[in-house]
């Protein structure tokens, strides 16, 4: 059965308008069910990250929505149509709602203030009746539920390691418990055995807390692992959604297959990205031509 949608993206189109207007996205059209994780790829400039700037209303000239709507489904109440927000709803609504970890986000913290004080700082603008002991009290447990030492509030962020910034930015987004999670690129300039920690940590706290994810990268192999479904981006356009194993392993348009196929393998030629014929250790695959080559190649080896 099909979880109810908790964020409808509606004909969204997106322009910059300069000498030359831009068409950054183009009727995108997308659903995000309650507890999904939607993984969104794509190559740089393709209109990603406008799209999640598009939907969370935080786009500045000259850039401009031209047309289509979002709609926020909360779990009690009505849908809120988000242009028809604006000032304190509007803020309010942002890190309530829908929050989001921005690209290159372990270098948005400030330099010159505490952990502890930028954490608080969420609490004194949205939940301005909590008392300072209270505040430090969360500031502590959200610490801790992104795998971080409670003790680290009194560091700076310089004296953090890059996949300790980056768990401190997830636990500033998930604070006042937001129902939709939009991570831009949230494990860019980190080394892969820090990238799986924090993709477990994502999977974690989704399982535990229910919120959904729109997940942001260029990294196609990286959503494969994390992602319910996945929706291919190029050139403001949507081409392909599909859930993550049928886009694997049967992907239709062009660009998904180029995608898939601009991988190296790590023991094969450039493009076989599927080496075994299996995802994980349970669920096999298709028999495709990179898995037939890698399979002579094995026995070639053998012999």
Request: glycine share 6%; with cysteine.
């Amino acid at each position: 059965m099909t979880a109810p949608a908790v964020l409808r993206i509606e004909n969204l189109s997106i322009d910059y308008l300069a000498e030359t207007t831009v068409h950054a996205v183009r009727e995108v059209s997308l659903t995000l069910q309650r507890g999904e994780i939607l993984g969104l790829a794509g190559e740089s400039g393709c209109g990603k990250s406008t799209l999640a700037y598009g939907i969370t209303r935080l786009l500045k000239p000259p850039a401009t929505i031209t047309s289509g709507r979002v709609l926020f489904a909360p779990h009690d109440g009505d849908d809120i149509d988000l242009s028809a927000l604006a000032g304190e709803e509007l803020r309010a609504f942002r890190w309530d709602k829908i929050a989001m970890v921005f690209q290159g986000a372990m270098n948005s913290l400030s330099p010159v203030l505490r952990i502890s004080e930028q954490l608080e700082d969420v609490f004194i603008t949205h939940r301005p009746e909590l008392g300072r002991t209270e505040r430090r009290k969360r500031c502590a447990g959200l610490l801790e539920r992104v795998g971080v030492d409670r003790n680290r509030l009194r560091a700076y962020p310089h004296e953090l390691s890059g996949g300790m910034r980056q768990r401190v930015m997830i636990a500033m987004a998930l604070a006042l418990e937001p129902e939709v999670l939009i991570m831009d690129e949230p494990t860019t300039a980190l080394d892969v055995v820090v990238q799986r920690e924090i993709l477990q940590e994502i999977t974690r706290l989704r399982s535990e807390l229910g919120f959904a994810v729109v997940f942001i990268t260029h990294d196609l192999p990286l959503l494969l692992e994390i992602s319910d479904r996945i929706a291919v981006m190029r050139a403001g356009l949507i081409v392909e959604l599909d859930d993550a194993l049928t886009l694997y392993t049967r992907p239709k348009h062009p660009y998904t297959r180029r995608l898939l196929s601009s991988f190296p393998s790590l023991t094969g030629e450039r493009g076989a990205f599927v080496r075994n014929g299996r995802l994980g250790d349970e669920v096999a695959l298709d028999e495709t031509e990179q898995t037939v080559d890698a399979a002579m190649a094995e026995e070639l080896e053998a012999r």
